[in-house]
């Protein structure tokens, strides 16, 4: 009697986040990490994914918190099950670009290193070497170019408006006003090596980084007094008679967006209580961030800099990730969570090909899945599917196959172009790059993978569960 066994597991892929109305606000919170309430200023170490489940959040006047970026460098996501109060301040922005030679640590080997972005934000660009053309562009989809020969100053980054160069390249705004998806600010481009004059110089500053980005999602009442920052850091300078090469660009603002049931914003009125703008120096100035308000109740709204867009709350998440699966095998159903070993028995009665239908969620309708079955002896078998048909929370498409005797184990692929917006967001992931297709791989046996393709042509092999940290929307 022919016994044929098929392994076949599941696909993460990159989570979506769907508008829809609500009566009330649900931060979703755990309130796992208990209630918030610093006395001294502090820096929170991010989890792997970002995300910081409180029951409640109050951070005094005087106390300032940060966070340790994670290695993924995901934005921060302060989910609070009750109410929020931040008298205090929270601070994101990137950081300045070193001080560098005489000026500096007397250390030559770290001159030139970029300012770092703010968590979920991008790095500046390295400062050039002397005799080099060119500084380093930062990182990021809005990243300033590095200086160009007998100018020398590094572009700087552009977010919710372009940023300044005095003759670098500049990137184009990205984002959207809704922050969907989050993503944080870029780093501006590192200045060249300049030998005005004969002589020695020594390298180029690096680039300021860009502000990080943040969600702080309040079940109950967000009331902010203190301050709220992300904003872009700034290039180093040399003192006067301190031969140095030009300056770097400036880091562009960050994200900062407040989901709440009611919020205020208040605080004095002489200054901006939110702020997410771009470095400044002399003149050169990164691009302002982003910032969003959303909840059922506005109280008062001081001014933010730059100005926010709002509307009412929407969740933060899907329910579900979104998924591609193995449905049937022969009429047979698979089971939800395979093991890998003996999840399918075709019976010897069933003639071939045998039909296998898929069903997706959350990937685009019209995709086709390259589905291989490797059997215990001989070559391996590669079908592609017809597109998949249905909506794009549930579709379905199907392949025929010829199954030999004996184990056999079957695997799925699938590639799909991303928007752009999601593109910028994932490419935290690509070395600042512009992620322009997702290929997701699983075969029982061997890890999931996750491929980015970027415009430029390269590729990335990410943890599939760091595809969601990119799409946290409204």
Known sequence: MKRTVMDLSGIAVVCMLLPCTALAFDSGSTGADGDFNPQVSVEVPLPPNGILNYRSVNIPIGVTVTFKRNVANTPVVMLVQGDVVIAGSIDISGKNSAMMGPDGDG?????GVPGIGGPGGYDGGYGGVPDADVGGSGLGPGAGGGGIPYIGQG?????GTLGTSNGASVSPVYGSPQLIPLVGGSGGGGGTCLNVGGGVCFRGFGGGGGGGAIVIAGSGSVTVSGKILANGGTSATASAGNRQGAVGGQGSGGAIKIVASRLAVTGPAVSSVIEAVGGDLGGLYGGVGRIRLEADTFGAVRSTSPAFS???PNPLFLPGLPALRFATVGGIPVPASPTGSKDVTVPTTTPNPVSITLATSGVPVGSTIKVSLTPQLGPSIS???SPTVGAIDNATTSVSVDIPTGHSVLSAQTSFIVL????????RFAQGERVEKVTLTSTLGQRDKAT?????????????????LAALSQ
Do not use: I, M, W
């Open 107 to 111: 250390n030559l080997f770290d001159d």
């Open 155 to 159: 572009g700087s980054a552009s977010f």
């Open 310 to 312: 709002s509307g009412t």
């Open 383 to 385: 079908v592609d599917s």
């Open 420 to 427: 752009a917006a999601l593109g910028d967001a994932l490419s």
């Open 452 to 468: 980015l393709h970027t415009v430029a042509g390269r590729q990335f092999e990410v943890e599939p569960a760091l595809l969601k």
